[in-house]
């Protein structure tokens, strides 16, 4: 139990681990659907803790991993365009695209930047008015918010050189897309607390009916993740399938008003495609109409572009929850950080990144031994 | 990308009409914009994505988060120098020792 020494409570992560125990009468799948969430689990080793039986899946929810080649593809093209200023959080630096990645078209020359903010793109922007300057929206409903107002800033404040490339995605098309699946084995769901602390609870009691699948709200410390594996596992033991929020101090049932707003007006719903697992109706966000001006798409000539994925990555299946990363040839000898050939190697929510950390020689690396990913 | 992480807001200001604040990350100082959470005071805690304020988290477990995410490294992979992080991988396809 080398672990639990190193929950921030290790007396009450073992009182949780009783508890789920004690109420398991039999096997159950559960999915967390946020990559945050399974970088947490191998990090601290929560799936070889629970009882036998209890298998977690980990879900496609890694933003970096699901941005589509296209739009990867078509970022790089921008990015490396003579006076254009291309900023970017930094996990997109070496996400690889078709032929290179972020960080190969800054060191070619490419005005890349990373910022902490989108509303850091926006000052640049300022700074620069004879340059273009391009910010990669991406992410899930979390930072979808921080976006939309950085778009609706530069509208606002008619800063014309500000373009955003916008390919946002929303965690409950991907619950369908999961239970709909015919090799879907997942039977309850830890829901994403973060995008549930903007989004609320709404969406989810329809899935969770239709399906008859337990979904419950879960933050990202060891100790919310049990606690949300406890209250799957009993809802699961008793036949329920209800919406629990087992993450109330920060995610309250209508979630953050003003930034559901200002995603109503600044995005509209749009089928989107998810890097390796293919189209999900409805499940993305794009600027809507009246924000064309700001839109980088709309700005740039980047049609015509032809993607190539290598053959031997299946991040496809592991962000489907259909292979864990270790199970694929060429993790950890063909395919690590410094080598990746696939997105989920090297985001910091990615799966593969997460066994590669902690999980490479069968037994989990102390952090100060993990290489940092960025 | 989804890490949101807990801080203390220490000054608000009103800048280009929009409304801002300086918020400590337990040592990490930044700027947050406070227009999805305007009646956050002085003094509270909220957390924090990408420079913007999400939604209010009382102090007791906003301490405890950020002493946990201090101990894990998780404050400097969210706040240091991801050039830095990029360039210590090596360019793709060459390993560095
Ligand atoms: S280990 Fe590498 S090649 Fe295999 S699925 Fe993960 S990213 Fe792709």
Known sequence: ?374 | MCLAVPGRVVEIAERDGTRMAVVDFGGVVKDVCLEYLPDLAVGEYAIVHVGFALQRLDEESARRTLALFAELGLLQEEFGDPWEAAADAGPRGEAKP
């Open chain 1, 1 to 374: 139990m080398r672990y639990l020494e190193e929950f921030s409570d290790p007396a009450l992560a073992r009182g949780l681990l009783d508890d789920i125990r004690a109420a398991v009468t039999r096997p159950w799948a559960l999915m967390e659907v946020c990559g945050g969430q399974t970088h947490t689990i191998i990090r601290h080793g929560i799936d070889q803790l629970l009882p036998e039986g209890i298998e977690l899946i980990h879900g496609p929810g890694c933003p970096v991993c699901v941005t589509p080649l296209e739009i990867i593809d078509k970022a790089l093209e921008i990015a490396a365009r003579p006076g254009v200023i291309f900023c970017s959080f930094g996990d997109m630096l070496r996400v690889p695209g078709s032929d290179r990645d972020l960080f190969r078209v800054r060191s070619e020359g490419g005005d890349v930047r990373v910022v902490y903010s989108p509303l850091d793109a926006l000052r640049i922007a300022r700074e620069n008015p004879d340059r273009e300057v391009v910010f990669f929206g991406i992410g899930f409903e979390t930072t979808a918010p921080p976006n939309a107002m950085t778009v609706h800033q530069a509208r606002r404040h008619g800063i014309r050189n500000f373009s955003m490339l916008v390919s946002h995605v929303r965690v409950p098309p991907a619950i369908e897309a999961v239970m709909t699946s015919p090799d879907c084995r997942v039977q309850g769901f830890l829901a994403a607390g973060h995008v549930c602390s903007v989004m609320g609870v709404d969406e989810y009691p329809e899935l969770a009916a239709r399906h008859r699948v337990p979904i419950v709200v879960t933050g990202f410390e060891p100790l919310d993740i049990l606690e949300g594996i406890r209250r799957t596992v009993r809802q699961l033991e008793r036949g329920e399938h209800t919406v629990d929020n087992a993450y109330p101090r920060a995610v309250r049932p209508e979630g953050n008003p003003a930034a559901r707003a200002m995603l109503a007006d600044v995005f509209e719903v749009t089928d989107r495609a998810w890097r390796g697992i293919g189209t999900i109706p409805r499940s993305g966000w794009r600027l809507s109409p009246r924000y064309r001006e700001q839109d980088a798409e709309h700005r740039f000539d980047v049609a015509g572009i032809s993607t190539r994925e290598p053959e031997r990555c299946r991040s496809g299946e592991v962000l489907q929850g259909l292979l864990k990363p270790n199970q694929c040839e060429a993790f950890g000898g063909e395919c690590t950080p410094r080598t990746p050939l696939g997105a989920t190697m090297v985001s910091s929510e990615g799966a593969c990144a997460a066994y590669y950390l902690y999980r490479r020689l069968g037994a989990p690396a102390t952090p100060q031994e993990a290489t940092p990913v960025v």
